[in-house]
């Protein structure tokens, strides 16, 4: 099977995309996989690092506000399904699929010009712009809420899959994980903190504050956070100038290319709410602090941490509300003896949301797409 994925931006966009990729790699060894993305985006690291090979379309987003930027995406996005048709002609993949990101626009419209058949996925309870606008097009799209079809006009293309991610995800237990990762026996806690691929400036600080007044006061933490790509330098500059980098307990990290390892090995979780996170939480049970972002269509990270909280999955804690010590607190309290009930259950409840099979519902349709396509072109 030729496939040629596309999504990037983030890694919310990206790592779908991966997964899915070496579902069919596993399944089909001999497949020929390759990816579409921007010149600029998180998936210039992740793709490669992957092992495959990675073309580039230039486009962009347009903003709300009136700015000469609209110019350029305006015509990015006239002229960028035209260079993405010359990729596909190149590639001649069997299938196209488009996993978020604008730079599923252009690729997946051109797909669908050219009769390529064409499938989406979407991660988020609220579906993204490129998804509304190829919806219609797409011979299938792949949701990981049920709701979120009520928000696309067309409907007999709807296929509710869950969220792929990778394997290890749902095999690693913690001891495993642990002893892969070389975390010393010493250390009873494992936090696991992160802010997004880009990074998140008020959940930076609220770790770096809680490192501060919270993990250099407990050798027996161990406690790693990810800044992101943006916040790398200026994070790192405040961690040393705490003194953080004395701790031998505590690390700080660009970005976390072994996620399922370290999850795995993780006993409290720090973290955005975005819909693959999510998922990846509840495959592997952990127990959370979601601190969504506020800065996301219709405010749907909330609405996803909202819905864990409620159901004891989770703890919420609001960006507006990091500075009155809120992390602090319920970190000292998870992760005290008499939080260990609260913890266990937290981990309990959230694999309720799991959905374990994903990667081989879209891999089994994602095969019938493609020989359907080939039965009547013969």
């Known amino acids: ?119 989406l996925h979407e991660s988020n309870a609220v579906p993204g712009v490129a998804l509304k606008m190829l919806s219609s097009v797409a011979d299938r799209v792949y949701l990981n809420f049920e709701g979120t079809g009520d928000e696309l006009k067309r409907k007999d293309n709807l296929l509710r899959v869950g969220n792929p991610l990778r394997g290890q995800f749902s095999t690693l237990t913690r001891e495993e994980a642990r002893q892969a990762l070389g975390v010393p026996d010493q250390y009873r806690y494992f936090i696991l903190s992160y802010g997004g691929s880009m990074g998140a400036e008020h959940v930076n600080d609220a770790v770096l504050d809680l490192m501060d ?64 996170t999510v998922s990846e939480l509840a495959m592997t049970g952990k127990p959370s602090i979601f601190i969504p972002s506020p800065n996301v269509t219709n405010n749907h990270q909330y609405k996803n941490a909202k819905v864990l909280e409620d159901a004891g999955a989770a703890l919420l804690i609001e960006e507006k509300d990091l500075g009155d010590g809120r992390l602090v607190d319920a970190v000292a309290r998870l992760l005290s003896p008499d939080g260990e009930t609260e913890r266990r259950a937290i981990g309990e409840n959230v694999r309720a949301f799991a959905v374990s099979d994903a990667n081989k519902r879209i891999y089994l349709d994602v095969k019938k797409l493609v020989a359907e396509y080939k039965s009547k072109n013969k």
């Open 1 to 119: 099977m030729r496939v040629l994925m596309t999504g990037g931006g983030t890694g919310g966009h990206v790592n779908p995309a991966l997964a899915i990729a070496h579902t069919i790699m596993e399944n089909e060894p001999g497949s020929e996989i390759a990816f579409v993305g921007t010149s600029h985006g998180i998936e210039n690291k992740l793709v490669p690092a992957a092992g495959y090979k990675l073309y580039h379309v230039e486009v962009q987003g347009i903003s709300r506000s009136l700015t000469p930027k609209n110019l350029k995406a305006a015509y990015l996005a006239l002229t960028s399904p035209g260079k993405a048709k010359k990729i596909i002609r190149e590639f001649r993949p069997d299938i196209v699929i488009g996993t978020g990101g604008y730079v599923s626009w252009p690729v997946c419209k051109a797909a669908s010009e050219m009769g390529i058949p064409m499938a």
């Open 213 to 276: 007044r919270f993990t250099r006061q407990h050798p027996e933490v161990y406690h790693i956070h990810a800044t992101g790509s943006i916040e790398w330098e200026l994070c790192g500059s405040q961690f040393k100038s705490r003194g953080l980098d004395k701790c031998e307990n505590i690390k700080l990290v660009e970005y976390i290319y072994d996620m399922p390892l370290q999850m795995a090995a993780a006993d409290l979780t720090i973290n955005r709410a975005g819909a693959m």
